[in-house]
């Protein structure tokens, strides 16, 4: 039977619930989230009430509604995301059954097991940090509870501090293993954690379909999308457009990409030498299957294709991040000569709806004749005149570009290349959406520059005779600084934060460096790479028997290291073999019904144990007389062990008799 | 947790004559062995005692019969509100005959003095014998007199007898090395004492059972009893409990532990061993530590309960 916990060390076991669950709730669904967290705050509730709450009666109804919440929030117990709720609510019901020692170090074997399934929905460097730290706190625990098991309830916060430092010592002690079987153990061609995602799972990003709307989801997502090293110039800030789907189809309300003109050549390119750029790309996980190269792709990486639309994509989606090198131009000519088919497609309505649009559109033509750069220019100094630039536009009705063109008069991006695009094609020029993102920032301590979500961005392209596709970028018309300046809050201030601008943006760049840096050499860290770091330090072509062979070495010397760090300094644990022989003859008497309370003294534990046992009571009383002799007198001092030793036999040797 | 005595080798005529001792006052305080042996451990640690009870339970016969069987010159003071520092200490007056000042020593110039009512004297006057007590001397007209050796205090207080009073500060409890109180005495020692004769012819008929120097003696041999190791440890998980105790505002100093060993020697002598046990240092745990703890406002528990409790939780090991 283990040591009963006390309060004090049930609230560390609490607290490392609580740390656990902060380390998950970035995937985890709210819901089932918000349910665990009350889990949390019942168990502290009926601990500090002393309610013990172990009956099947609060077990069973609790361990339903987890898993039927599961079901409810997550879809089923099955699948990455699944089993892995699953298994949190096992450990947080767990809190109801946690009465003793033991069950405090399920706990935290639990909480260091689950944490290293956190690793399958993020390994970014903040995240792994934080579990380093749920690491250390489990170990705390452990340390707690093992340690002070017994003592008093003030006495755990003594061993708190102990237990801080052990915890960060056997951390440390931890990596000569880690690092021997990061570098050593084989790697798979596919990233090790390749799960397959979830198709329930809502994604951010840049998709293939456009609605006006969509993309405010992206405006508060600060992540990065990809980063981008120039090897030379840089090109301005007003053409760094990064070229995603290019959506051909609409259907009155989506815009949508069309399979049809997705010819893998382009058909006609003219270019600027001097506007040349190279430059690599490291893409972050976005879980589709297209990069987002310079406005436009001249060279791509191999296994990605070139549509004859200009965009450039993979045959599997990008689900761990990526690096690749590309060349661009920035200024360019696309197809003087028409593509077959092309103008035809980027022409195309649907039968009816929005018709004020259309007739606002005849009305231009009928105006200006044939000339399309007036119509295109009557279109932009309508934007410029009557439109605003808002990130949290009024909803539309179902007729989108006429609710847009003629009521709200406000939006973003999306808006403006919607309802742009639908004029012209009304007015009868071809013109296409593209999606993708624009401009970028600079971070200075890093030399690159950081594509994030929130640069998201959606702008149109008209072909017209003699010149080929030309953007033409219907926001700048209304808030040119968000293209100019290449940033969002630069054409909203509102949407500025704190980290915008000034300190908060240099903090921010150095850290956004870090986890550079961790990306490259921690998380990219393939079989390729693997096979280049071992030939550098003279290790070719080893096989996998080999490569076995030098783990088990490799990670046997970084266990050894490991040891010794951890037992290095430390006071090897009190064994004194007098005293556990004398608390063995305890437990023996104590099976008698004559149990030692943990502050007697041992003559009067003797006396006491004599008179329920007088069987044995000459041989209690001198034994005890002689440990107290042997512990507290001044032969305990000396350094004759010879008669400690004896009588720690006879201690061990003696029997109750009944 | 009382300790009996273990057996007193026949030979060790210390030892016979100090039970000896302690018996005679047995007969004449009625059923408080424990009381009077660790009236007599604090004593013979070279400590001063503070005895907190109601009138009439047997503290001045107690240090009366004490004085009288160790042999020692006794004296007893009692403190009223007006009582002025030099009614202790004595004062010079001058001497037509010889023309000089002569000093005329005060009561405190004996070797066991019995300070009646502590607390009702001004803080004046309290402070010139608690200075005493922690000096050994006494310097009046600039010029220092030894305290004849041993020199021992007790003093005594009235807890109910609250109003004209001026109770100790704690700092100055510290120079108390225990505190105790007798309390009531059982049925059986009542009646005893309802039977006997008068106590004050009782005394008179006590002798000395031991000579100052072999008071001397046993003081140093107390001093030499063994303290282990393991024993340290214990004390010193004591007086970090008294540290950590949630209803404890200012636990044991590091002198309120020399203090406990002192005692805890003392006990042990008396229990005939030359060690100390963990149970000896539990028998004068509450005396030893309960006037100096300072428990914290919202406090439950009385200073004695608060004692008894950290040595329950404890571990003895």
């Given at each position: 039977m283990s040591a009963p916990l006390d309060r004090g060390r049930y609230a560390l076991v609490l607290a490392l619930d609580a740390l656990l669950l902060g380390g998950h709730l970035h995937w985890m669904p709210t819901p089932y989230a918000a349910w665990l967290g009350f889990l949390l705050l019942l168990a502290a509730w009926l601990s500090r009430h002393q309610v013990r709450a172990s009956g099947a009666l609060v077990r069973l109804p609790l361990l339903f509604l987890t898993f039927g919440l599961l079901v409810y929030a997550a879809g089923s117990p099955i699948g990455r995301e699944g089993g892995s709720a699953l298994l949190g609510?096992?450990?947080?019901?767990?809190?109801?059954?946690?009465?003793?020692?033991?069950?405090?170090?399920?706990?935290?074997?639990?909480?260091?097991?689950?944490?290293?399934?956190?690793?399958?929905?993020?390994?970014?460097?903040?995240?792994?940090?934080?579990?380093?730290?749920?690491?250390?706190?489990?170990?705390?625990?452990?340390?707690?509870?093992?340690?002070?098991?017994?003592?008093?309830?003030?006495?755990?916060?003594?061993?708190?501090?102990?237990?801080?430092?052990?915890?960060?010592?056997?951390?440390?002690?931890?990596?000569?293993?880690?690092?021997?079987?990061?570098?050593?153990?084989?790697?798979?061609?596919?990233?090790?954690?390749?799960?397959?995602?979830?198709?329930?799972?809502?994604?951010?990003?840049?998709?293939?379909?456009?609605?006006?709307?969509?993309?405010?989801?992206?405006?508060?997502?600060?992540?990065?999308?990809f980063r981008v090293t120039f090897a030379g110039a840089v090109p301005p800030p007003a053409s760094r457009y990064w070229r995603g789907p290019v959506l051909w189809s609409f259907d009155g309300g989506e815009w949508s990409r069309s399979d049809l003109y997705r010819g893998s050549r382009v058909a006609d390119l003219r270019y600027q030498p001097d506007s040349v750029v190279e430059y690599e790309v490291l893409m972050e996980p976005s879980e589709r299957n297209w990069w987002f190269p310079l406005d436009f792709a001249l060279q791509i990486p191999e296994g990605a294709r070139l549509a004859s639309d200009g965009q450039v994509t993979t045959f599997r989606p990008i689900i761990g991040p990526r690096k690749a090198t590309f060349r661009s131009a920035w200024r360019y000519q696309l197809d003087i000569r028409p593509v077959m088919g092309q103008r035809w497609a980027a022409m195309r309505l649907p039968e009816a709806g929005n018709p004020r649009s259309?007739?606002?559109?005849?009305?231009?033509?009928?105006?200006?004749?044939?000339?399309?750069?007036?119509?295109?220019?009557?279109?932009?100094?309508?934007?410029?005149?009557?439109?605003?630039?808002?990130?949290?536009?009024?909803?539309?009705?179902?007729?989108?570009?006429?609710?847009?063109?003629?009521?709200?008069?406000?939006?973003?991006?999306?808006?403006?290349?919607?309802?742009?695009?639908?004029?012209?094609?009304?007015?009868?020029?071809?013109?296409?959406?593209?999606?993708?993102?624009?401009g970028g920032s600079y971070n200075a301590s890093g030399g690159y520059w950081i594509v994030r979500n929130s640069d998201a961005h959606a702008w149109t392209e008209v072909w017209l005779e003699g010149r080929g596709w030309v953007r033409v970028d219907p926001t700048a018309a209304v808030a040119p600084e968000r293209i100019n300046r290449g940033s969002l809050s630069a054409a909203l201030p509102e949407a500025a934060t704190w980290y915008s601008e000034g300190w908060g943006a240099e903090w921010r760049n150095r850290f956004d460096l870090i986890s550079r840096y961790w990306r490259q050499a921690v998380i990219e860290f393939d079989a390729v790479r693997q096979r280049n770091l071992l030939q550098q330090v003279g290790l070719e072509d080893l096989g996998w028997r080999a490569l076995g062979g030098a783990l088990v070495v490799f990670g046997g010397i970084g266990l050894l290291l490991g040891v010794w760090l951890s037992l290095r300094g430390m006071v090897p644990a009190q064994r004194d073999a007098l005293l556990v022989a004398y608390r063995r003859f305890g437990d023996r008497l104590a099976r008698c019904g004559v149990a030692r309370a943990e502050a007697e003294g041992p003559i009067a534990y003797g006396e006491r144990a004599a008179q329920s046992l007088p069987e044995c009571a000459p041989a209690i009383l001198e034994l005890t007389r002689r440990f107290a002799e042997q512990r507290y007198g001044e032969s305990a001092n000396d350094p004759d062990r010879s008669h400690r030793q004896r009588l720690a036999r006879e201690l061990r040797a003696f029997r109750a008799r009944r | 947790m009382s300790v009996e005595p273990v057996r007193v080798e026949r030979h060790d005529a210390t030892q016979v004559a100090l039970r000896a001792a302690i018996e005679q006052v047995n007969q004449v305080v009625f059923g408080k062995r424990a009381q009077i042996n660790l009236a007599f451990a604090c004593l013979l640690a070279g400590g001063h005692?503070?005895?907190?009870?109601?009138?009439?339970?047997?503290?001045?016969?107690?240090?009366?019969?004490?004085?009288?069987?160790?042999?020692?010159?006794?004296?007893?003071?009692?403190?009223?509100?007006?009582?002025?520092?030099?009614?202790?200490?004595?004062?010079?007056?001058?001497?037509?005959?010889?023309?000089?000042?002569?000093?005329?020593?005060?009561?405190?110039?004996?070797?066991?003095?019995?300070?009646?009512?502590?607390?009702?004297?001004?803080?004046?006057?309290?402070?010139?014998?608690?200075?005493?007590?922690?000096?050994?001397?006494?310097?009046?007209?600039?010029?220092?007199?030894?305290?004849?050796?041993?020199?021992?205090?007790?003093a005594t207080q009235n807890p109910v007898d609250l109003a004209g009073t001026f109770p100790l500060p704690d700092s100055q409890l510290d120079r108390f090395l225990m505190r105790i109180s007798l309390g009531y005495p059982d049925a059986e020692g009542e009646r005893q004492m309802l039977a006997a004769c008068d106590r004050r012819e009782l005394l008179t008929q006590l002798g000395p059972r031991l000579d100052s120097a072999q008071l001397l003696e046993i003081r140093h041999r107390v001093a030499h009893v063994a303290t282990s190791a393991a024993l340290i440890d214990y004390v010193q998980r004591l007086l970090a409990a008294t540290r950590l105790h949630a209803q404890i505002r200012i636990g044991l100093s590091p002198r309120a532990g020399l203090a406990l060993l002192a005692a805890a020697r003392a006990v042990s002598f008396l229990g005939g061993r030359s060690h100390v046990l963990p149970e000896d240092v539990q028998a004068v745990f509450a005396a030893v530590a309960a006037h100096r703890l300072v428990p914290a406002s919202e406090a439950t528990l009385a200073r004695t309960a608060l004692a008894d409790e950290v040595v329950r939780a404890v571990r003895v090991d």
């Amino acid at each position: 039977m283990s040591a009963p916990l006390d309060r004090g060390r049930y609230a560390l076991v609490l607290a490392l619930d609580a740390l656990l669950l902060g380390g998950h709730l970035h995937w985890m669904p709210t819901p089932y989230a918000a349910w665990l967290g009350f889990l949390l705050l019942l168990a502290a509730w009926l601990s500090r009430h002393q309610v013990r709450a172990s009956g099947a009666l609060v077990r069973l109804p609790l361990l339903f509604l987890t898993f039927g919440l599961l079901v409810y929030a997550a879809g089923s117990p099955i699948g990455r995301e699944g089993g892995s709720a699953l298994l949190g609510g096992l450990i947080f019901l767990k809190l109801f059954e946690t009465a003793t020692a033991r069950d405090a170090r399920i706990t935290a074997a639990a909480a260091l097991f689950f944490s290293m399934i956190g690793f399958l929905f993020g390994q970014g460097l903040l995240l792994t940090v934080y579990f380093c730290m749920v690491a250390i706190a489990a170990f705390v625990l452990l340390h707690v509870v093992s340690v002070g098991e017994g003592d008093p309830a003030a006495a755990w916060r003594d061993g708190l501090r102990r237990g801080l430092r052990v915890g960060a010592r056997v951390t440390v002690a931890a990596l000569p293993l880690t690092i021997a079987v990061f570098i050593l153990f084989p790697r798979l061609s596919s990233p090790l954690w390749g799960a397959p995602w979830d198709a329930t799972q809502g994604k951010t990003g840049i998709s293939d379909r456009m609605r006006p709307g969509q993309l405010s989801a992206l405006w508060n997502d600060d992540s990065p999308a990809f980063r981008v090293t120039f090897a030379g110039a840089v090109p301005p800030p007003a053409s760094r457009y990064w070229r995603g789907p290019v959506l051909w189809s609409f259907d009155g309300g989506e815009w949508s990409r069309s399979d049809l003109y997705r010819g893998s050549r382009v058909a006609d390119l003219r270019y600027q030498p001097d506007s040349v750029v190279e430059y690599e790309v490291l893409m972050e996980p976005s879980e589709r299957n297209w990069w987002f190269p310079l406005d436009f792709a001249l060279q791509i990486p191999e296994g990605a294709r070139l549509a004859s639309d200009g965009q450039v994509t993979t045959f599997r989606p990008i689900i761990g991040p990526r690096k690749a090198t590309f060349r661009s131009a920035w200024r360019y000519q696309l197809d003087i000569r028409p593509v077959m088919g092309q103008r035809w497609a980027a022409m195309r309505l649907p039968e009816a709806g929005n018709p004020r649009s259309r007739q606002l559109a005849a009305e231009w033509r009928s105006a200006h004749g044939g000339d399309a750069d007036a119509i295109i220019n009557a279109a932009l100094q309508l934007f410029h005149r009557d439109f605003a630039y808002t990130l949290d536009p009024p909803p539309l009705s179902s007729d989108t570009v006429d609710d847009f063109l003629f009521n709200t008069k406000a939006g973003y991006c999306e808006y403006f290349a919607s309802s742009f695009a639908f004029l012209m094609r009304a007015a009868g020029i071809p013109a296409r959406i593209v999606t993708g993102y624009q401009g970028g920032s600079y971070n200075a301590s890093g030399g690159y520059w950081i594509v994030r979500n929130s640069d998201a961005h959606a702008w149109t392209e008209v072909w017209l005779e003699g010149r080929g596709w030309v953007r033409v970028d219907p926001t700048a018309a209304v808030a040119p600084e968000r293209i100019n300046r290449g940033s969002l809050s630069a054409a909203l201030p509102e949407a500025a934060t704190w980290y915008s601008e000034g300190w908060g943006a240099e903090w921010r760049n150095r850290f956004d460096l870090i986890s550079r840096y961790w990306r490259q050499a921690v998380i990219e860290f393939d079989a390729v790479r693997q096979r280049n770091l071992l030939q550098q330090v003279g290790l070719e072509d080893l096989g996998w028997r080999a490569l076995g062979g030098a783990l088990v070495v490799f990670g046997g010397i970084g266990l050894l290291l490991g040891v010794w760090l951890s037992l290095r300094g430390m006071v090897p644990a009190q064994r004194d073999a007098l005293l556990v022989a004398y608390r063995r003859f305890g437990d023996r008497l104590a099976r008698c019904g004559v149990a030692r309370a943990e502050a007697e003294g041992p003559i009067a534990y003797g006396e006491r144990a004599a008179q329920s046992l007088p069987e044995c009571a000459p041989a209690i009383l001198e034994l005890t007389r002689r440990f107290a002799e042997q512990r507290y007198g001044e032969s305990a001092n000396d350094p004759d062990r010879s008669h400690r030793q004896r009588l720690a036999r006879e201690l061990r040797a003696f029997r109750a008799r009944r | 947790m009382s300790v009996e005595p273990v057996r007193v080798e026949r030979h060790d005529a210390t030892q016979v004559a100090l039970r000896a001792a302690i018996e005679q006052v047995n007969q004449v305080v009625f059923g408080k062995r424990a009381q009077i042996n660790l009236a007599f451990a604090c004593l013979l640690a070279g400590g001063h005692l503070l005895i907190e009870d109601v009138p009439g339970v047997g503290k001045t016969t107690l240090a009366h019969a004490m004085a009288t069987s160790l042999g020692l010159s006794y004296q007893r003071i009692q403190f009223t509100s007006d009582l002025l520092p030099s009614d202790i200490l004595g004062v010079s007056i001058f001497d037509r005959d010889t023309g000089q000042f002569r000093f005329h020593a005060g009561p405190i110039f004996a070797q066991l003095v019995l300070a009646d009512e502590i607390n009702r004297a001004t803080p004046k006057t309290q402070s010139a014998l608690l200075e005493a007590m922690a000096e050994q001397q006494v310097t009046a007209d600039g010029e220092s007199r030894p305290l004849p050796q041993p020199f021992l205090v007790v003093a005594t207080q009235n807890p109910v007898d609250l109003a004209g009073t001026f109770p100790l500060p704690d700092s100055q409890l510290d120079r108390f090395l225990m505190r105790i109180s007798l309390g009531y005495p059982d049925a059986e020692g009542e009646r005893q004492m309802l039977a006997a004769c008068d106590r004050r012819e009782l005394l008179t008929q006590l002798g000395p059972r031991l000579d100052s120097a072999q008071l001397l003696e046993i003081r140093h041999r107390v001093a030499h009893v063994a303290t282990s190791a393991a024993l340290i440890d214990y004390v010193q998980r004591l007086l970090a409990a008294t540290r950590l105790h949630a209803q404890i505002r200012i636990g044991l100093s590091p002198r309120a532990g020399l203090a406990l060993l002192a005692a805890a020697r003392a006990v042990s002598f008396l229990g005939g061993r030359s060690h100390v046990l963990p149970e000896d240092v539990q028998a004068v745990f509450a005396a030893v530590a309960a006037h100096r703890l300072v428990p914290a406002s919202e406090a439950t528990l009385a200073r004695t309960a608060l004692a008894d409790e950290v040595v329950r939780a404890v571990r003895v090991d």
